[in-house]
């Protein structure tokens, strides 16, 4: 009788391994967009409190893809949102100004939330503006 | 700066934008445990809420849990939290010393009785009526109970405040106890680690300043977003433990190879904690990733834990295990015999005598 030691084990490295969790993340995503074009409530998934693998990861990153729309936001550091090959799912990476991923989102939304610039922000920059086309054209 | 300002203000004077404070409460409500889409109700209920008053007393303690939080020289999550609060009273940070740092105290206490935070870092000494630990000539235990009577919530930072600690250690000879161990009719929340990760005060903070309530606590006062599953539940060697992999030193082929550090004394399996996630130094890493096994110091007692070196598996104490014995009907002499038997076998064989200390490691 062959000893415990015998017994073959195959050693598969944790970044290798699929664990089932990507597929279900993806599953979620399809809820998601299905409750944004009825009802037209957004979604997000936070991938950080998620177990995933780096192989989880890979295969995830594979199924979303690419679209056509990658924003660069410039915001305390650069955010980086990609709308995946489904219009409506974007890949959310946030950086502080150290460079550290600070969160690590799947958006389901037209436009992402952080994107729309806020109603007061947008009279702000009106008044800003006005005030600089009247300094112009009182330097005329 | 009037602390009538809102946080929303106290953005815009330094330059801070909107879409920067919603990615600053994403980084939260990802570390809260809170769903994504409560970083936005987050952004504007912090927007519009007035700075609190935070009174920080530091007790029998090392200074680590303060060097923890305040080691972010950049606006970071770390540094956000003195944007976001009004510090009235912290000794190692505040410029005022002596007189006027107490009057400074017991003013921010007056003004805002019933409404400030109290955070609590060190063990609170009960020898000797608390003659042990003084500052400004009155006890640590006759300042907290000052202190608590008008705190709105106390926040017990570190293990030592938390669960007593290492001045708590065997055989405690300055009678240190824990923050809930004196306090019973406030709100506490423990937030244990020696010292605690530093972003973890910033979530219980803007939780509190959200929602006006604590976030939910498992049964030894911690946040259960942070402390609800072991360093073993998230732990990136998982994997080897599960496959019988073990490193049996700190520099055989198991260590270089990464493998479990089960048998080396990690204490993952038994502590409550966010290391393996969050981590360290920037997300740099954590005690294992580094190659030591975990020490346990998120949970009470962690220093009297029976060894950081020896494995969960083995018993701590075989006195202890003795005493059971007896409570049992077994003979007390035959309890720890079994327990020593290899020890003196061993011993025997290298010819060396045995001593009470030996059997007692």
């Keep these: 009788m062959p000893s415990i030691d015998q017994i073959p084990i195959s050693i598969v490295s944790p970044d290798e391994m699929l664990t089932g969790q990507a597929e279900a993340v993806l599953t979620e995503i399809a809820g998601m967009l299905k409750h944004l074009l009825d009802e037209g409530i957004e979604g997000s998934i936070d991938l950080r409190g998620l177990a995933l693998s780096g192989a989880d990861r890979v295969w995830l990153e594979k199924q979303l893809g690419l679209g056509e729309v990658e924003i660069m936001l410039e915001a305390g550091g650069r955010s980086v949102l990609t709308e995946t090959a489904y219009p409506g799912v974007w890949k959310v990476m946030h950086r502080d100004d150290r460079d550290r991923v600070v969160a690590e989102l799947i958006e389901v939304a037209f436009v992402p939330a952080i994107i729309r610039p806020a109603t007061g922000d947008v009279k702000k920059g009106y008044k800003s503006l006005l005030l600089n086309l009247k300094a112009k054209t009182a330097g005329a | ?361």
């Design chain 2, 1 to 361: 700066m009037e602390r009538s300002d809102t946080l929303q203000e106290k953005m815009e004077q330094n330059g801070m934008s909107r879409r920067t404070f919603i990615k600053y409460c994403a980084s939260l409500a990802s570390l809260m445990a809170l769903p994504p889409s409560a970083a936005y109700a987050m952004a504007e209920a912090l927007g519009k809420a007035k700075r609190p008053s935070v009174i920080w007393l530091p007790f029998q303690e090392c200074t680590g849990c303060t060097e923890s939080i305040t080691r972010s020289h950049s606006p970071s999550i770390e540094g956000m939290i003195f944007d976001m609060i009004s510090l009235d009273y912290q000794e190692t940070l505040m410029a005022a010393a002596g007189h006027q740092a107490e009057e400074a105290l017991h003013a921010a206490m007056k003004e805002n009785y019933g409404k400030y935070v109290l955070i609590i870092d060190g063990s609170v000494a009960t020898g000797l009526d608390g003659a042990y630990s003084c500052i400004a000539g009155r006890s640590n235990l006759e300042s907290l109970k000052e202190a608590a009577k008008g705190a709105a919530a106390i926040i017990a930072l570190g293990s030592c405040a938390s669960f007593g600690g290492i001045p708590k250690a065997n055989p405690n000879p300055t009678g240190a106890v824990a923050v809930s161990d004196i306090i019973k009719d406030k709100p506490i929340v423990n937030i244990p680690g020696c010292p605690p990760i530093p972003v973890v005060i910033t979530g219980v903070l803007a939780q509190f300043l959200t929602f006006g309530t604590l976030p939910e606590l498992d049964k030894l006062g911690r946040p259960k977003a942070v402390f609800g599953e072991t360093i073993h539940d998230r732990c990136y060697r998982r994997p080897f433990y599960d496959q019988g992999k073990f490193a049996k030193t700190f520099d055989d082929e198991g260590a270089r190879q990464g493998w479990c550090l089960f048998e080396l004394g990690c204490k993952g399996p038994v502590t409550y904690n966010a290391c393996a996630t969050t981590k360290w130094n920037d997300s740099t890493s954590f005690p294992i990733e580094s190659g030591h096994g975990c020490i346990g110091c998120s949970e009470p007692d962690f220093w009297d834990a029976g060894g950081f070196y020896k494995a969960l598996s083995m018993p701590a104490d075989p006195l202890k295990m003795a005493a059971t014995a007896a409570v049992a009907g077994a003979a007390v002499g035959v309890a720890i015999s079994f327990a020593n038997r290899a020890k003196k076998g061993a011993a025997k064989s290298a010819h060396e005598t045995t001593k009470l200390e030996d059997l007692e490691k």
